[in-house]
């Protein structure tokens, strides 16, 4: 294996174990594709790394789906919207530049991440505000957004996932990271479509680091379900700051 190789397998192992938590892996997968090929077309690196990812994100989904009841009704009205809005989002993704997204996107995680702090006992409780067909239909809306969001752009779509399922439906952190994991793959797979159709995936890279995401991603999960919501919460403002910092520095450096 060659170094650069190398460097991608544990950024993906990384990436996978962060992910499954939290959700935010693209921080550390996709900066590592760009810091090993910079001459590479752009659409590439995210292919590849779309084909890596979701098979992490499936493997997570797996082992949520074993040890955490996942809401039925919820992941029924979000999974075929999310399939469908992140393919739309992929496809339209040349229509608005991601130069308009960056401030508000911003602004929004940063919001996200003091909600969070200043409510100590959000998400730390399971208590569902919704069900049957009002939850459905919610997350259907919730699917389309977040797909077209995660098709058209893309960082932050974890974080948002899981705020809004905890906020919005009532879920503690580890229902929710659970639940985001499945409406993930959903957008995962809509937007690999894309690139795959397109010849923007080196599959034989991708394979490589797919291994290692999903090992990345089964000893995050185990942690997750053996530290329950508390756990969730901590790692998720830990990776909301980190994804601050990250559009933070992008926005200075575009601006200068």
């Not at 879920?171 to 690139?195: E, Q």
């Not at 998720?236 to 200075?252: E, H, N, Q, R």
Request: charged share 10%.
């Amino acid at each position: 294996m060659t170094l650069e190789l190398t460097l991608l397998a544990l950024a993906a192992f990384a990436a996978g174990l962060v992910d499954a938590v939290a959700g935010g892996g693209g921080l550390l997968q996709l900066p590592a594709l760009f810091a090993v090929y910079p001459e590479a077309h752009a659409a590439t690196l995210f292919g590849t790394n779309k084909g890596a990812s979701v098979w992490g994100t499936a493997a997570a989904a797996l082992q949520y789906g074993r040890r955490v009841r996942l809401p039925r009704a919820c992941l029924l009205g979000a999974l075929p919207t999310a399939l469908l809005f992140a393919w739309a989002g992929a496809a339209a993704v040349s229509q608005l530049p991601a130069a308009w997204l960056r401030p508000g996107v911003l602004v929004t995680l940063v919001l996200v991440a003091v909600y969070t702090l200043r409510r100590r006992e959000l998400g730390l409780h399971h208590a569902p505000r919704l069900a049957g067909g009002r939850e459905a239909l919610a997350g259907a809306a919730l699917g389309a957004g977040i797909g077209f969001y995660d098709g058209i752009f893309g960082p932050g779509t974890g974080s948002f996932l899981v705020f809004a399922l905890v906020r919005g439906f009532g879920y503690d952190f580890l229902h929710a990271s659970a639940t985001a994991k499945l409406i993930n793959v959903a957008t995962n797979v809509a937007a690999l479509t894309l690139f795959a159709g397109t010849g923007h995936v080196w599959w034989q890279t991708a394979g490589v680091m797919a291994v290692c995401n999903v090992a990345g991603s089964l000893v995050g999960s185990h942690a997750a379900l053996r530290g329950g919501a508390v756990f969730v919460r901590r790692l998720f403002l830990l990776v909301t700051s980190a994804l601050i910092l990250k559009m933070g520095v992008d926005l200075l450096r575009l601006a200068g």
